[in-house]
C-alpha cells in the first residue's frame, strides 16, 4: 500500500519560506515521478511542481516559477518542495501526489497520479 505523508506546512509572513516535505512508503518510489498540487479555499486545486523518476527534470506552474524548488531523495524516499519568497495566494492547502504510471516525466494533470497525501496547510500572512 502507498502511503504519502506531507509535513511542514504552517504560517509564514509575505516573503518568508517554507521547506514542505512528504515522505512515501510502499511501492516504488524510485520509479515514479512526483508532483505537488494545492487548493485554496473555494478554488480548484491546481499543480505547483513536479518532478521525473529520474529526478533529472523539474516543472513548475508560472505562478511559483522561480520561487519554488522541487528535489527528491530516493534513499529516503521523500520528495521536498522549498518555497521562498512566499506571497499571499500561495496560501492553500498543499498535497503531495505519485504518478500512477512508472518510468514517465511526469504530468501537470491531478488524473495522472494515483496516489494521495492528506495536504499540509499553509498560511501566508501579510
Known amino acids: 500500500q502507498v502511503q504519502l505523508v506531507e509535513s511542514g506546512g504552517g504560517l509564514v509572513q509575505a516573503g518568508g519560506s517554507l521547506k514542505l516535505s512528504c515522505a512515501v512508503s510502499g511501492g516504488t518510489f524510485e520509479n515514479h515521478a512526483m508532483g505537488w498540487f494545492r487548493q485554496a479555499s473555494g478554488k480548484e486545486r491546481e499543480f505547483v511542481a513536479g518532478i521525473s523518476w529520474s529526478g533529472g527534470s523539474t516543472y513548475y506552474a508560472d505562478s511559483v516559477k522561480g520561487r519554488f524548488t522541487i528535489s527528491r531523495d530516493s534513499a529516503k524516499n521523500t520528495v521536498s518542495l522549498q518555497m521562498n519568497s512566499l506571497k499571499l495566494e500561495d496560501t492553500a492547502v498543499y498535497y503531495c501526489?505519485?504518478?500512477?504510471?512508472?518510468?514517465?516525466?511526469?504530468?501537470?494533470?491531478?488524473?495522472?497520479?494515483?496516489?494521495w497525501g492528506q495536504g499540509t496547510q499553509v498560511t501566508v500572512s501579510s
Open positions: 501526489a505519485r504518478d500512477s504510471r512508472p518510468y514517465t516525466l511526469g504530468s501537470y494533470a491531478s488524473s495522472s497520479f494515483g496516489f
